[in-house]
């Protein structure tokens, strides 16, 4: 069973910068797609990030272009969403996804104070 680990999560100031880390386990990393979404109270869970299998193809979502950067390592099966310039409206719990496996992370909260 495919099992994703997040953390890095946290309060901080608009403008500030938090990065995100998602531990994969029982996933072949190389070959796999992931990605981050994230869930702000009251709303639907919404895409924020995807990164290829390789690591040479990302998509963000165009609320985060610009400021946030996703990124894997292979070798340690690690995805990371690195965010600066946060905003109030960042707030949210962010999630691990494998899309080939459908598996979730159980989510790291992040609150961005104005």
């Known amino acids: 069973q495919v099992q994703l680990v997040e953390s890095g999560g946290g309060l901080v100031q608009a403008g500030g910068s938090l990065r995100l880390s998602c531990a994969a386990s029982?996933?072949?990393?190389?070959?796999?797609?992931m990605a981050w979404y994230r869930q702000a109270p009251g709303k639907e869970r919404e895409s924020v990030a995807f990164?290829?299998?390789?690591?040479?193809?990302?998509n963000y979502a165009d609320s985060v272009k610009g400021r946030f950067t996703i990124s894997k390592d292979n070798a340690k099966n690690i995805v990371y969403l690195q965010m600066n310039s946060l905003k109030p409206e960042d707030t949210a719990v962010y999630y691990c996804?494998?899309?080939?496996?459908?598996?979730w992370g159980r989510g790291t909260q992040v609150t961005v104070s104005s």
């Open positions: 029982r996933i072949t990393f190389s070959i796999n797609t």
């Open positions: 990164i290829s299998s390789s690591g040479g193809s990302t």
């Open positions: 996804y494998a899309p080939t496996y459908r598996a």
